[in-house]
């Protein structure tokens, strides 16, 4: 295997472990931030330009197509990493029927800056404010923020724009009917969504000593064809922000296994890739900790070496490569795997359990919920009230008042989540819940490997 060393749980520029000279630049972001809010200073209304000149609709085809065609806007990384992974035109990967043009839409794809369409949508301050009240959820709205500061190193212009990027993108991919809708509506509105649930291609299961969850993707359950390109990509966000309800306290970022056992090319699907690199570049910073790739076969070489280089350094940096079930046992321990198929200890099998009659019902108490809803804009306004004279000082101090209120507002949400969030498959395993996340693991004794 690739060479990995166990971490431990990085302090620099996380909340509560700043310098003087990063609370300065967050105090810097947090006013320009607000200005834009309130609508004192002019920005970008637009959506940046790849999410122009389609519908949403015809945009995710094309994303799922292996034909896309290379548009005359690809980047000279693009043009480089073509050159390193040359294709024959008609015989595609290895014989397998990917050629040159969905190498060359794949390249294309991954370089620009955003995925999604829509007709040249326009936001305004007021809209995007909204939406970043809601990523925030129960955490610490600086602990937000800080992911998109240290993902563009601490350049307050450049996370600026990464952050409202993403709160665009959140708007147009309408990520909030991917929480608030229950399992069988999303099914009725993407054919085949249960069946995605059911088919095991895709889960969180357990979360590893440092309290990052692990996100398995089990690559040969996956065909393409199989589902609506609409579905898988709905699917795929679905799983991001299910990603979010099962991080424990301290963790930031998760680990995804990539399992490539039995893998071939009518499984590989570059859509998925590209959603799935621009997602965690792009829009949801500092998340990945680590990407498994596990036992991979000769023809993913091939894939890579297309891939690779177009993925940030930083990226790049945080795969590791498992040639078998000791090695995959360096990063996540056995007593944190399943049995089968990983030689774990963990006496688990993936198994989707179905809605429950009366699951969602507090959900339809609507003056229940706008109570709540007001109380929850009462200590947002708290808090900006305290971040702006907070931040205005420009003296890299702390504010002790600003962390009692995000104390509040992780309280509060508890009370909030089963009003706004439609009960998912994790909350019926009992692993997250508004209180906190619970893993539990079935274990067996030792048993010594072949």
């Given at each position: 295997m690739s060479t990995y060393i166990r971490p431990v749980l990085s302090t620099e520029g996380r909340l509560g472990h700043l310098t003087l000279d990063q609370n300065l630049k967050l105090q810097e972001f947090w006013v320009r931030l607000y200005e834009i809010f309130d609508g004192k200073v002019d920005f970008d209304q637009t959506a940046p330009p790849s999410f122009?000149?389609?519908?949403?609709?015809?945009?995710?085809s094309s994303l799922y197509s292996p034909a896309a065609p290379l548009s005359s806007s690809s980047s000279s990384s693009s043009s480089a990493a073509q050159a390193q992974a040359p294709v024959t035109q008609n015989a595609g990967w290895f014989g397998g029927g990917f050629g040159q043009s969905a190498a060359a839409g794949f390249v294309d794809a991954v370089s620009s800056d955003t995925v999604m369409a829509g007709e040249a949508p326009r936001f305004t301050g007021k809209q995007l404010h909204r939406i970043f009240w809601k990523i925030t959820m129960m955490d610490h709205p600086d602990l937000v923020v800080l992911k998109y500061i240290r993902a563009r190193k601490w350049v307050i212009d450049d996370a600026i724009k990464m952050v409202l990027n993403a709160l665009k993108w959140r708007v147009v991919e309408q990520l909030d009917e991917l929480v608030e809708l229950p399992d069988t509506e999303?099914?009725?509105?993407?054919?085949?969504?249960?069946e995605q649930l059911k088919s095991g291609k895709g889960y969180l299961r357990g979360a590893d000593p440092l309290g990052r969850p692990v996100s398995f993707i089990n690559t040969r359950l996956h065909h393409k064809g199989d589902q609506p390109p609409e579905t898988i990509h709905r699917y795929t966000l679905y799983t991001m922000e299910c990603g979010r309800t099962v991080l424990e306290p301290g963790a930031e970022s998760v680990i995804v296994v990539f399992d490539l056992s039995d893998f071939g090319l009518d499984n590989m699907d570059w859509g998925f890739i590209r959603l799935f690199v621009q997602c965690f570049e792009a829009y949801y910073p500092e998340t990945l900790g680590v990407c498994v790739i596990h036992k991979a076969p000769f023809v993913f070489w091939g894939i890579w070496k297309l891939i690779q280089p177009l993925l940030d350094p930083?990226?790049?940096?945080?795969?590791?490569?498992?040639r078998t079930n000791t090695d995959l046992h360096k990063v996540i321990p056995r007593e944190r795997l399943p049995i089968v198929p990983y030689d774990g200890l963990d006496d688990w099998k993936y198994e989707y359990i179905p809605a429950q009659e009366g699951e969602n019902d507090c959900r339809n108490d609507v003056i229940k919920r706008e109570e709540l809803l007001n109380?929850?804009?009462?200590?947002?306004?708290?808090?900006?009230?305290?971040?702006?004279?907070?931040?205005?000082?420009?003296?890299?101090?702390?504010?002790?008042?600003?962390?009692?209120?995000?104390?509040?507002l992780k309280e509060q949400y508890t009370r909030l989540w089963p009003y706004?969030?439609?009960?998912?498959?994790?909350?019926?395993?009992?692993?997250?819940?508004?209180?906190g996340v619970n893993w539990t693991y079935n274990l067996v004794e030792d048993m010594e490997l072949d």
């Open positions: 122009k000149g389609q519908s949403r609709d015809a945009d995710v999303l099914d009725t509105k993407y054919p085949k969504f249960i930083v990226v790049t940096a945080k795969f590791v490569f498992t109380e929850r804009h009462e200590l947002e306004a708290r808090f900006e009230a305290a971040s702006k004279e907070w931040s205005l000082r420009m003296d890299g101090s702390n504010s002790e008042e600003r962390d009692v209120i995000a104390a509040e706004v969030r439609a009960v998912n498959m994790y909350q019926r395993w009992g692993v997250a819940q508004p209180t």
